[in-house]
């Protein structure tokens, strides 16, 4: 099956400075990725659609300046959570389209102090 | 919006014990319907999906899932369950495209 990969797969940043997450997908083309956000025994929520060549679209209550998306090419979706709080502490998890089947990244467990 | 409902939250059985985690989709239209595992420390995988046809779906590792409109259902079954069963389950849907919507899971253990 194809494969999405993330990276860094877990990170430890101070609070106020900006983490950058990376989705790509290693052997398909993905005009279109997602990026979702698990807390603690919950389920995992849409944040956002990432477009290549064009702007994310936002859920509803996900700041976009705070979460910013970028996919610059068909295999590379970037999220980046400028000014990081304890409160962004979370797992981000990304996926990406082939084949009628979404596959997903390894996730990316993100600790704010 | 659409969302998903899931039962059970946490399931602990006994290997060979049958297992059914129930779950539940709220959206009335055409809807696409996914069952994914998580096993410790790995991605999520996909174990079976519905779209439309028979509304028994089989998937990997001797799962299936039957969509049953009249009760908005999609659970999930296996008849025999094994200590590598060991799990984190979700029920996700999805109407367009495939951004999907989650259930919260259910944490499946399986003793020996």
């Not at chain 2, 659970?75 to 999907?100: H, I, M």
Request: with cysteine; hydrophobic share 35%.
């Amino acid at each position: 099956g194809a494969v999405v990969s993330q990276h860094p797969s877990w990170v430890i940043c101070k609070s106020g400075t900006s983490v950058k997450i990376e989705c790509r997908s290693l052997d398909f083309q993905a005009t279109t990725m997602f990026w979702y956000r698990q807390f603690p025994k919950q389920s995992l929520m849409l944040m956002a659609t990432s477009n290549e060549g064009s702007k994310a679209t936002y859920e509803q209550g996900v700041e976009k300046d705070k979460f910013l998306i970028n996919h610059a090419s068909l295999t590379l979706s970037t999220l980046t959570v400028t000014s990081a709080h304890p409160e962004d502490s979370s797992f981000y998890i990304c996926s990406a389209s082939y084949s009628a089947e979404a596959f997903f990244g390894q996730g990316t467990r993100l600790t704010v102090v | 919006a659409q969302s998903v409902s899931q039962h059970n939250h946490h399931v602990i059985l006994s290997e060979a014990a049958s297992l059914e985690l129930g779950c539940n989709y709220s959206y009335g239209g055409t809807v696409n319907l996914f069952w994914y595992v998580q096993y410790p420390g790995q991605h999520l995988q996909l174990l079976l999906k519905y779209f439309s046809g028979d509304p028994l779906v089989k998937g990997i590792k001797g799962f299936e899932a039957e969509f049953i409109k009249s009760k908005f259902s999609f659970n999930l079954r296996k008849p025999s369950v094994q200590w590598s069963d060991t799990a984190e389950y979700f029920c996700a849907s999805a109407n367009s495209g495939y951004a999907l919507n989650f259930g919260k899971g259910t944490s499946l253990l399986v003793t020996p």
